[in-house]
């Protein structure tokens, strides 16, 4: 602003609008966070059996928690498809990228979660302990869920797309 207060653009101009892109979420990324995931999964059991003398065990309520996170993400993703894509109507900017936000960090939180789990389930295949086939199933049930929420992420991050104006 100038000293005297006044707009240097003058009060008929307003500054233009911000332009840019936002690239969709590579699959690789996704990937390397699964693949962080399945390695601190691994690493879970026998750290947890060395500070605490027992492995974690996995009850039904992790893979629910899961799973109801599964279904808001593909909720959210079909209403926005079908908003957006098919009645082509306009998000309003913050909820754009509100939904934006979450399908991000869905993508990335689900893929961590899945491998976490799925390296759980690796790290028992084959011991003799009395739960690990219970430890297995549920770990795989919830390695389905984090599946579930990163591709509903992933088609939520597309449904956000919107057709640029033509000039």
């Given at each position: ?18 332009e ?32 605490t ?82 430890r ?14 990163v ?17």
């Amino acid at each position: 602003m100038s000293r005297d207060g006044d707009d240097p653009l003058g009060p008929e101009e307003e500054p233009p609008e911000p332009e840019g892109t936002l690239q969709p979420l590579s699959i690789w990324v996704v990937v390397a966070w699964a693949a962080v995931g399945v390695l601190l999964g691994v690493l879970w059991k026998p750290l947890s059996e060395k500070v605490t003398d027992t492995a974690p065990l996995v009850s039904w309520a992790q893979p629910a928690a899961l799973w109801l996170v599964a279904i808001v993400m593909v909720t959210t993703w079909w209403q926005t498809y079908r908003a957006v894509q098919v009645r082509h109507e306009r998000l309003e900017p913050h909820r754009a990228v509100n939904r934006l936000v979450l399908a991000r960090a869905g993508a990335l939180v689900g893929g961590l979660v899945a491998g976490c789990y799925a390296g759980y389930a690796l790290s028992w295949v084959g011991d003799p302990a009395e739960l690990a086939g219970q430890r297995i199933v549920r770990s795989l049930i919830s390695v389905a869920a984090g599946v579930v929420i990163v591709v509903g992420a992933l088609l939520l991050e597309r449904a956000c797309r919107v057709q640029r104006p033509e000039r």
